[in-house]
């Protein structure tokens, strides 16, 4: 049984508007940040309209009910993202933040000169610069995965990369390639070398059944926006005794058991890690987005990605033959709906400019992925990218998008 | 507001034959400039004479339509014009590209009335359609603001 995309579609209020004078919005840019849901957007308003107050203090009845609606939405998600227990989940404002997080805590107190962290030549900005910064404080060294021509990890060498490592650091899926990486075999390589694991699932979980008692990482992070979640939530996950014995990371209210003139000393985790007034409309946001996602079906959702995946790969290569570059592994099944484009001699901004004319939205741009995008030869690519509200319409719209600015720039 | 104000002849004409394309040797003065948010970079290449005279400048680099014909109209303007007189046009050239960011708040540039109204922008002028584009200003304005930075330290 396939989605009912029109269906699904009818949900997201941005996918009815129209643009330049009456285009459909043929939305491909989920990568980056995924549409919402009437059910989220209807959530974040009921909360503010019926039961607004701080969290985790008040002894009246909304305070109640909105630490209710807190830790009810903590509980769902941790559920969702196959954890044991909601103490395994800290919120924090994005997947960015997350790393940065493990890096300040986990790391600052863990890492030392000398000391070898493993990253991925496909790795996001997010994974990258948190342990440049790390690197620059404490002199640690950092090797990289490299890859494959298909866009693939390289794991030849891989026994050498993480001897002596401290961490393995790596994204579960490429938001650039859209390759899908063998999370628990590397997961499991980590931890042979004696080594810790951080599993960026920023475009895993929107995508694919996540588990992250299965996946074996001892750090998974992911961002609320990318999967029909609000903006400015998002979460790290670790097993109770490695959050136990992090230092804190912000200080302030909601983190402490106590405080004198003398020092302070931390609640328990999660909110250990929680420091200040929590987003709580977001956090509610983001529990309405993971029951919509688990009514729809994770399984569901993957299956018509890599249908439509396929359906992309194949038409706009019958449509565009060698003018149309694709990177990224060739068989739907290894890979997510993300497609880099490479189309003609046309520079990615000029050709997202004339597709955004058609009411098509594509990302340009390095993706913040420089190292990536310097390996695969080009500062920047432009970027379709699926979710469970695109259809074949939609990839046929962008082939016409692209003919459309192949007839402009050519020359 | 079509795609044609945005690609205007002239513009599509500097992307096809860029003028002043390439690097020139040392001990020519060089500088690279990054655009953050697309990773197009443009290496500006420039020799000052003793007068303060732009003898040469080339641009290397990739890039879009936009930042590619601008940087090339950039250096068509600028090549033989005093160092004093090049600042004049960059921040004549900012200053048009900023109507749009003032609207949005960005007060930077300053006010339009205070730019020399004898200064002609020529070709350049091709590029005003480019401010309905906020995110494409930064495209346009990239080869400028390596040219600044090479003027900056060749008077260090
Ligand atoms: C793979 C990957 N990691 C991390 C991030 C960062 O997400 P955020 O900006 O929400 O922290 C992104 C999103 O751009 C991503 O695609």
């Known amino acids: 049984m396939g989605l009912n995309v029109s269906e699904i579609k009818k949900d997201f209020p941005v996918l009815g508007q129209t643009v330049h004078d009456g285009r459909r919005i043929v939305y491909l840019d989920s990568a980056n940040t995924s549409q919402k849901p009437q059910s989220v957007i209807d959530a974040m308003g009921r909360y503010y309209e019926t039961i607004n107050a701080n969290v985790h203090r008040g002894t009246y009845k909304i305070a109640e009910e909105a630490t209710n609606a807190m830790e009810g939405a903590r509980g769902r998600v941790a559920t969702f993202l196959g954890a044991n227990s909601s103490r395994e989940l800290v919120f924090t404002k994005n997947a960015t933040e997350s790393i940065n997080l493990v890096a300040n805590t986990w790391g600052r107190s863990n890492l030392n000169e000398g000391d070898a962290v493993v990253l991925t030549m496909m790795e996001h900005h997010a994974t990258i610069v948190p342990w440049h910064m790390v690197a620059a404080e404490k002199g640690i060294e950092l090797r990289w995965i490299p890859l494959t021509a298909d866009g693939q990890l390289d794991l030849t060498d891989i026994d050498r990369l993480v001897d002596g490592a401290k961490l393995v650091s790596f994204t579960a899926m490429s938001n650039v390639l859209g390759t899908i990486n063998p999370v628990e075999r590397l997961t499991e390589i980590a931890r042979s070398a004696g080594a810790m694991s951080l599993v960026d699932g920023s475009q895993h979980v929107p995508h694919l059944a996540t588990n992250v008692a299965e996946l074996g990482a001892d750090f998974f992070v992911f961002t609320g926006h990318k999967m029909l979640g609000p903006t400015g939530i998002g979460g790290l996950w670790a097993q109770e005794e490695t959050l136990d014995a992090m230092p804190p990371f912000l200080g302030g209210g909601e983190m402490i058991l106590n405080v004198t003139t003398e020092g302070f000393t931390t609640t328990e985790i999660p909110w250990k890690f929680e420091a200040g007034t929590p987003p709580i409309a977001e956090i509610v946001g983001l529990g309405a987005a993971v029951d919509y996602l688990t009514a729809v079906g994770m399984d569901e959702i993957r299956q018509h990605e890599v249908e439509l995946t396929g359906y992309a790969l194949r038409t706009l290569h019958d449509r565009f033959g060698d003018d149309l570059t694709i990177h990224g592994p060739a068989e739907p099944a290894s890979r997510g709906g993300v497609m880099s484009i490479q189309f003609k001699d046309i520079h990615p901004h000029d050709l997202t400019q004339i597709m955004d004319q058609n009411g098509v939205c594509l990302r340009a741009g390095h993706h913040c992925a420089k190292p990536l995008m310097k390996a695969l030869g080009a500062n920047a690519t432009a970027r379709a990218s699926l979710y469970l509200y695109n259809d074949e319409a939609d990839i046929d719209a962008l082939g016409d998008a692209l003919e459309a600015s192949g007839e402009f720039f050519d020359f | ?156």
Not at chain 2, 26 to 46: M, S
Not at chain 2, 142 to 151: C, D
């Open chain 2, 1 to 156: 507001m079509g795609l044609e104000d945005l690609y205007r002849e002239i513009i599509l004409d500097h992307y096809r034959s860029p003028r002043n394309r390439g690097e020139l040797p040392p001990p020519a003065h060089r500088v690279e400039g990054f655009n953050p948010l697309c990773g197009d970079e443009v290496v500006l290449t420039i020799e000052v004479d003793d007068e303060g005279m732009v003898k040469d400048l080339k641009i290397g680099g990739q890039g879009c339509s936009i930042s590619q014909s601008s940087a090339s109209m950039m250096t068509a303007a600028i090549k033989g014009k005093s160092a004093a007189e090049a600042r004049e046009f960059i921040e004549a050239f900012k200053t048009m590209m900023s109507i749009h960011s003032k609207e949005l708040g960005d007060d930077e540039h300053g006010e339009l009335d205070q730019i020399d109204p004898d200064l002609d922008l020529g070709d350049l002028e091709a590029l005003k359609g480019v401010v309905q584009y906020p995110v494409r200003i930064k495209c346009a304005t990239l080869g400028w603001n390596t040219l600044t930075q090479a003027l900056d330290e060749l008077s260090a």
